[in-house]
T-cell receptor
C-alpha cells in the first residue's frame, strides 16, 4: 500500500459527460501528479501540483483540468468525454522536501466511456 | 515525441534465468532514473532507481546498469521468478520533484 488513495476505483459514463476523479496524497507529501495510462500510449504525464499551485503541465487536453486543495487532496476533472478518454488514471505523490524524487502511485481509477 | 524509449515490449524468461530490459533517453538534463513494477490492477511501484553519478546499483536480485555516454540504462533481474511476472517501466526525470517521462513498458512473463 503506497499510502495514496484514489476514488472511485471504477467509473463508467457516456460520451459528452463530465467526471471528477479524486486523489489523496501520502501524509506530508506536497506534490501531486496525474498520469493517464492507456494500452497504446503507456503512462503519460498530465499535470503536477505542488502545495496548491500548478507546477508543470504535460499532455493534458483542454477538456481536462485539475486542482489541489488546501488539505492537499487533488481532483482531476474530465469533461466532454470521448471514447478515447477511456483509460486508467493514476495519481502519484512525492515529498520534495525529502530531497528524493520517489513518486508513490495510487491504485488508479479505471474510466470507461461508452 | 517519446523521451524515453524502452525495449523489448514483451519478454518471456524461464525461471532462474536473467531478464534484461533496456531504456534509452535523449535529454542529458535527466538526472534520476527509476524503474517501476506494475502488477495487473495495481498502480506502479518503485523498484529501484539510480542517479547518473554511478554506473551500477544493485538491490537484491535487481540491478540497474547505467551508461551515461550512451544515454542508456537497463534493468537486470537475476534468478527470475514467476512472481516477477509484471509490467516494468523505466522512467527519467530532472531532480527535484519533476515529472517522470516513462518508457512504454515491458511485459515480463517468467515461466516456471
Amino acid at each position: 500500500d503506497s499510502g495514496v488513495t484514489q476514488t472511485p476505483k471504477h467509473l463508467i459514463t457516456a460520451t459528452g459527460q463530465r467526471v471528477t476523479l479524486r486523489c489523496s496524497p501520502r501524509s506530508g507529501d506536497l506534490s501531486v501528479y496525474w498520469y493517464q495510462q492507456s494500452l497504446d500510449q503507456g503512462l503519460q504525464f498530465l499535470i503536477q501540483y505542488y502545495n496548491g499551485e500548478e507546477r508543470a503541465k504535460g499532455n493534458i487536453l483542454e477538456r481536462f483540468s485539475a486542482q489541489q486543495f488546501p488539505d492537499l487532496h487533488s481532483e482531476l476533472n474530465l469533461s466532454s468525454l470521448e471514447l478515447g478518454d477511456s483509460a486508467l488514471y493514476f495519481c502519484a505523490s512525492s515529498s520534495r522536501t525529502s530531497g528524493r524524487n520517489e513518486q508513490f502511485f495510487g491504485p488508479g481509477t479505471r474510466l470507461t466511456v461508452l | 515525441q517519446q523521451q524515453v524509449k524502452q525495449s523489448p515490449q514483451s519478454l518471456i524468461v524461464q525461471k532462474g534465468g536473467i531478464s534484461i530490459i533496456n531504456c534509452a533517453y535523449e535529454n542529458t538534463a535527466f538526472d534520476y532514473f527509476p524503474w517501476y513494477q506494475q502488477f495487473p490492477g495495481k498502480g506502479p511501484a518503485l523498484l529501484i532507481a539510480i542517479r547518473p553519478d554511478v554506473s551500477e546499483k544493485k538491490e537484491g536480485r535487481f540491478t540497474i546498469s547505467f551508461n551515461k555516454s550512451a544515454k542508456q540504462f537497463s534493468l537486470h533481474i537475476m534468478d527470475s521468478q514467476p512472481g516477477d511476472s509484471a509490467t516494468y517501466f523505466c522512467a527519467a526525470s530532472r531532480l527535484p520533484g519533476n515529472q517522470f517521462y516513462f518508457g512504454t513498458g515491458t511485459s515480463l512473463t517468467v515461466i516456471p
